[in-house]
């Protein structure tokens, strides 16, 4: 916030994510990490103003957009509609948000200045009653400041999402200010203007290149804006880390999940650390900034660490953490076993030897087929991959590991994503029934038995981190396959070898002086058991 400051803004846009404050249906958090009063008074210590953005849909390339996955277990329940069920859980949720947040409104003395209904909508659809519905679930939740909405700037995404007796915002990229606004004049004239989210950077896709936009032609948008008395919202600021299996995905033709980093290429980085197009953006804002102001110094630098590379010797087996397998006749998709993130693993008894083609009527997302210590092969939504010739042997169980890489947060295919198998496996064209399905959320590693030993893959690979001196680091995970890393139980988020992300940032609130747990989950095959902490990521052109 202070480096916010530094820059010159004078105001905190955030979202409040439903997911995080209720996991489970009737149970909310406000504590802790997630007591967003603590966090908006923070705010207004640091002496910025702050939008609200309480959803109940956020998008921000995030798991299910911040919806909470057990709406999945509700059949036929539509979300971001008039659904009754929908509209219920919604204002119940924003009904307690309000009871955190209402009373931080500029109305009685708080930060909060103006509060954003839904999000994008107009990119969803134009059901004007369930737009409606979300305001007055706001305005009951006890919220009297300005209420706004955030879409495009075409007829149709204004006319599906905006409201007739509200401010309306738009976004978009660096570069597009001039004939957005152009667009936008064409619907709305003589209002106020601005830019809900200018996307100052843009987020990365398992297997594609990372972003990087450049820092000029941020600034020249900035520049533009606030030249013509535009209000700008800096879409990210800071973008941060998308922690553990919280990452969302895009569905555009095919499967496309994001990397856990949410740097962004955005003005302060992954790290926390101003860029260049920090001090551009800066410039403009000093230039524009009333005469005798002077904006606030920079904070210092945060500490950074280096860590030797170490060799994680200690190995355990995912079975491990197996507990009672619930059994059905096909394969149950995650939400139906009351799980949110993590893997499922699907087992079936083979009771006499069988050959053919083993096919998957849906994979969500990243499937390991197995057989004891028998590889037989990985599905891969990304690649439309749903089926994999197969020899299986009598007496030994048929099992396939698979894992949720991300819901789809933007667009239709968000309403339905379920997870892990979605209706029946076939074996040379034969239904096979009689599935045993172990829910695998990875939230307490404390049952693996670690050992001295090599098994098979997947695995758990266990080493100490000795630390005289703490700061901020990326872990290299470079020379290991694909899965997540744990460091004193916090779930760092996903690796690849795919790339572009090839390390996992550790900031150094979760380190301690002395020694330090690091657990990697690999799911590929690999001699590789070492690991390193350097000072700045790794970025690779992927592989495939």
């Known amino acids: 916030m202070r480096k916010m400051r530094a820059l010159g803004l004078n105001t905190l846009c955030t979202y409040v994510f439903w997911d995080l404050h209720e996991p489970e249906r009737g149970?909310?958090?406000?504590?802790?990490?997630?007591?967003?009063?603590?966090?908006?008074?923070?705010?207004?210590?640091?002496?910025?103003?702050?939008?609200?953005?309480?959803?109940p849909y956020i998008c921000s390339e995030w798991d299910f957009g911040g919806l909470p996955p057990w709406l999945l277990s509700t059949p036929g329940l539509k979300v971001r509609t008039s659904d009754g069920r929908?509209?219920?859980?919604?204002?119940?949720?924003?009904?307690?948000?309000?009871?955190?947040?209402?009373?931080?409104?500029i109305t009685r003395g708080?930060?909060?200045?103006?509060?954003?209904?839904?999000?994008?909508?107009?990119?969803?659809?134009?059901?004007?009653?369930?737009?409606?519905?979300?305001?007055?679930?706001?305005?009951?939740?006890?919220?009297?400041?300005?209420?706004?909405?955030?879409?495009?700037?075409?007829?149709?995404?204004?006319?599906?999402?905006?409201?007739?007796?509200?401010?309306?915002?738009?976004?978009?990229?660096?570069?597009?200010?001039?004939?957005?606004?152009?667009?936008?004049?064409?619907?709305?004239?003589?209002?106020p203007r601005m830019c809900g989210e200018y996307w100052d950077g843009w987020f990365d896709h398992w297997g594609e290149e990372h972003h990087v936009t450049a820092p000029e032609e941020a600034a020249?948008?900035?520049?533009?804006?606030?030249?013509?008395?535009?209000?700008?919202?800096?879409?990210?600021?800071?973008?941060?880390?998308?922690?553990?299996?919280?990452?969302?995905?895009?569905?555009?033709g095919s499967y496309q999940p994001d990397i856990s980093s949410y740097d962004y290429n955005a003005p302060i980085d992954e790290?926390?650390?101003?860029?260049?197009?920090?001090?551009?953006?800066?410039?403009?804002?000093?230039?524009?900034?009333?005469a005798g102001t002077r904006l606030p110094d920079l904070p210092a630098p945060l500490p950074t660490i280096e860590i030797p590379r170490l060799e994680l010797r200690e190995v355990a087996v995912l079975d491990g953490l197996l507990g009672k397998a619930v059994p059905s006749d096909h394969p149950l998709p995650m939400e139906a076993l009351g799980q949110n993130y993590g893997f499922v693993l699907y087992r079936f008894g083979v009771s006499k030897a069988l050959k053919g083609l083993l096919e998957l009527t849906d994979v969500r997302d990243y499937a390991i087929v197995s057989q004891g210590a028998r590889r037989l092969g990985v599905l891969d939504r990304r690649l439309k991959q749903h089926a994999l010739e197969v020899e299986l042997e009598a007496g030994v169980p048929l099992d396939i590991l698979v894992e949720n890489m991300g819901r789809v947060n933007f667009g239709p295919r968000l309403v339905d994503d379920r997870k892990g198998i979605l209706g029946h496996v076939t074996l040379a064209g034969s239904t096979l029934t009689g599935w045993e399905n172990y829910p695998l959320p990875m939230t307490d590693l404390s049952h693996l038995r670690?050992?001295?030993?090599?098994?098979?893959?997947?695995?758990?690979?266990?080493?100490?981190?000795?630390?005289?001196?703490?700061?901020?680091?990326?872990?290299?995970?470079?020379?290991?396959?694909?899965?997540?890393?744990?460091?004193?139980?916090?779930?760092?988020?996903?690796?690849?070898?795919?790339?572009?992300q090839q390390s996992l940032f550790l900031p150094a609130t979760w380190l301690k002086q002395g020694t330090n747990s690091v657990v990697v989950l690999d799911l590929e095959p690999s001699d590789h058991r070492t690991l390193a902490a350097v000072k700045d990521p790794i970025w690779l052109t992927p592989k495939s």
């Open 27 to 55: 149970k909310f958090d406000f504590t802790g990490n997630l007591d967003a009063a603590a966090y908006i008074r923070m705010a207004q210590e640091e002496g910025l103003w702050v939008l609200l953005r309480p959803g």
């Open 86 to 105: 929908f509209l219920e859980a919604a204002a119940k949720y924003l009904r307690k948000v309000g009871e955190q947040l209402a009373p931080l409104q």
């Open 110 to 191: 708080g930060p909060i200045i103006m509060a954003q209904v839904e999000n994008e909508y107009g990119s969803f659809g134009h059901d004007h009653d369930y737009v409606k519905a979300i305001r007055n679930a706001i305005r009951d939740a006890g919220f009297d400041v300005t209420l706004y909405t955030s879409d495009g700037s075409g007829k149709a995404e204004l006319d599906g999402g905006s409201m007739p007796d509200s401010p309306a915002a738009i976004n978009f990229g660096q570069g597009e200010q001039e004939k957005e606004f152009a667009r936008f004049a064409k619907s709305r004239q003589g209002v």
């Open 220 to 252: 020249q948008g900035v520049e533009w804006m606030l030249s013509r008395g535009i209000s700008v919202n800096l879409y990210m600021v800071h973008g941060g880390t998308s922690w553990g299996f919280m990452s969302g995905a895009n569905f555009d």
């Open 271 to 290: 790290a926390g650390r101003p860029t260049r197009k920090f001090s551009l953006i800066r410039d403009v804002i000093a230039k524009r900034s009333p």
């Open 450 to 500: 670690f050992a001295s030993s090599n098994p098979k893959v997947p695995a758990f690979f266990r080493g100490q981190l000795q630390l005289s001196s703490l700061g901020d680091t990326f872990l290299d995970m470079q020379g290991w396959g694909k899965g997540y890393v744990w460091v004193n139980g916090h779930n760092l988020g996903r690796y690849w070898k795919i790339g572009p």
